[in-house]
């Protein structure tokens, strides 16, 4: 049972305030987003199911009262994962990268379930759901720039092109773009987590400049490297989406190996968050940080030998 109820008011207090904070600033609307389950994940962390659930309840039914239902729907979808099973699993001692994992799958296969679901109550593939809306929400940016009279008509013409492309893109790797919107999420959790004072005892598992992928997962980034380029049809556009899912994954590797040599030559806080922002913006650095990341398997890159974690 949880000791105290002002912890409780407080994560259901916070989370409802998240919630209409996303949506009233829209200019950083994605950064609200990410502290949204933090409050609920914090309290399940600490007390664990039951006052974590009752609070994620609550939540639930207040935004059900001064929103349409939509907005809870979606609220549900996105963070009821990342607000409960996450923190629990965490609570039950699986290291944090297990734990990103069973949750990211729990995750991708309840938005994947529901989308289809939508998609069948519509009368049409889900395929062509996402497909209609991509191209409304391209449609709404391209009518944007168009109405913009401070670019010159060759600018707007080229990104107007740009948009068109962009709308293809994403109607192909839609899987991918979900999973990594979803792992992200879960990654940002454990990461605030461990921040907090009260939590990061309770975050167990490996350094961050120890982590390592699997040995195995190189083999499926190989062969759908291969696939993307010389396969056509069905089989490309899976490999496309698995490639774009295993990259930041090894970017994450490589940037793992970047701070294991930040940390043996101590180098400053300021200079790191310099090299951090340039890893992260500037081509061609994030392939070559992920390839870093990738041949870490025969490199071998840290001095002392990481082996895949395991519970």
């Known amino acids: 049972m949880f000791t105290g109820i002002a912890p409780l008011f407080g994560a259901i207090l916070a989370t409802v305030g998240l919630v209409f904070a996303a949506g009233a600033f829209n200019a950083t609307s994605f950064f609200f987003n990410l502290l949204v389950p933090l409050p609920i994940a914090a309290l399940t962390l600490r007390q664990g199911l039951q006052p974590g659930f009752i609070a994620l309840v609550a939540s639930s039914a207040l935004l059900a009262a001064i929103s349409p239902a939509g907005g809870l729907v979606a609220y549900l979808l996105q963070f009821s994962i990342a607000s409960l099973l996450l923190p ?68 707007k013409e080229q990104l107007l092109t740009v948009l068109d492309d962009l709308g293809k893109t994403m109607g192909i790797i839609w899987p991918a773009i979900v999973a990594f919107l979803a792992g992200f999420l879960l990654l940002i959790q454990v990461l605030l987590l461990w921040l907090l ?67 043996q030559r101590g180098t400053s806080l300021w200079l790191r968050a310099i090299c951090y922002l340039f890893l992260a913006l500037f081509n061609p650095l994030p392939f070559l940080l992920a390839g870093v990341g990738l041949f870490d398997l025969w490199g071998n890159f840290r001095t002392k030998r990481v082996k895949p974690n395991s519970d």
């Open 88 to 155: 629990l699993l965490l609570r039950q001692g699986r290291h944090w990268d297990k734990a990103i994992a069973i949750s990211w799958v729990a995750m991708f296969v309840t938005v994947t379930i529901v989308m289809v679901a939508e998609a069948a109550t519509q009368g049409i593939s889900l395929g062509s759901m996402l497909n209609d809306y991509i191209g409304r929400e391209i449609g709404q940016l391209k009518e944007l720039y168009s109405q913009s009279e401070d670019l010159p008509a060759e600018q």
């Open 197 to 263: 004072r009260g939590t990061r005892n309770l975050v167990t598992g490996p350094a961050f400049i120890d982590w390592k992928l699997p040995d195995y997962l190189v083999w499926p980034m190989i062969t759908a490297g291969f696939a993307a380029f010389f396969a056509t049809g069905t089989p490309q556009t899976i490999a496309i989406n698995l490639l774009v899912l295993l990259f930041p994954l090894y970017y994450l590797q490589g940037l793992a190996i970047v701070t294991y040599y930040f940390q």
